[in-house]
């Protein structure tokens, strides 16, 4: 059965640091890319950062990047983000998918490779 676990959200103040961690189950986890989305309230959900299988190349929104890391451990089965420097408007569910990367873009596959997300609240 396929599974994915989100963890490391939680309340922290402007300029802090999070990190995510996302355990996949019933999945060859090393043969996909992953990604992280987010979705705050009233807003659609936004890719944030995407590594890709393999190379292990990564992908960022613009909104993040210099300030998140993306990595993975096959090993573990999980995907890790590293959020650094982190503002209010950071604020959102966080949650890791699996998917394909083709041609410059991400594709995530079915409902099932969704985790259920962790919340990250940034606020002073």
């Known amino acids: 059965q396929v599974q994915l676990v989100e963890s490391g959200g ?5 300029g802090g640091s999070l990190r995510l961690s996302c355990s996949a189950f019933g ?3 090393s043969n996909y890319a992953m990604s992280w989305y987010r979705q705050a309230p009233g807003k659609e959900r936004e ?3 995407t590594i890709i299988h393999n190379a292990g190349s990564t992908n ?3 909104s993040v990047k210099d300030r998140f ?4 451990d096959d090993s573990k089965n ?3 983000l590293q959020m650094n420097s982190l503002k209010p408007e950071d ?8 998917g394909t990367y083709l041609t410059g873009r991400f594709y995530p596959l079915g409902h099932a490779y969704w985790g259920q997300g962790t919340q990250v609240t940034v606020s002073s």
């Not at 890391?69 to 993975?72: A, F, G, H, Q, V």
């Not at 604020?91 to 699996?98: P, Q, R, S, V």
Request: proline content about 3%.
């Open 10 to 14: 939680g309340l922290v103040q402007p």
């Open 27 to 29: 999945f060859t986890f």
């Open 47 to 49: 890719l944030v950062a």
């Open 60 to 62: 960022y929104a613009d």
């Open 69 to 72: 890391t993306i990595s993975r």
């Open 78 to 80: 999980t995907v890790y």
């Open 91 to 98: 604020t959102a569910l966080y949650y890791c998918t699996a």
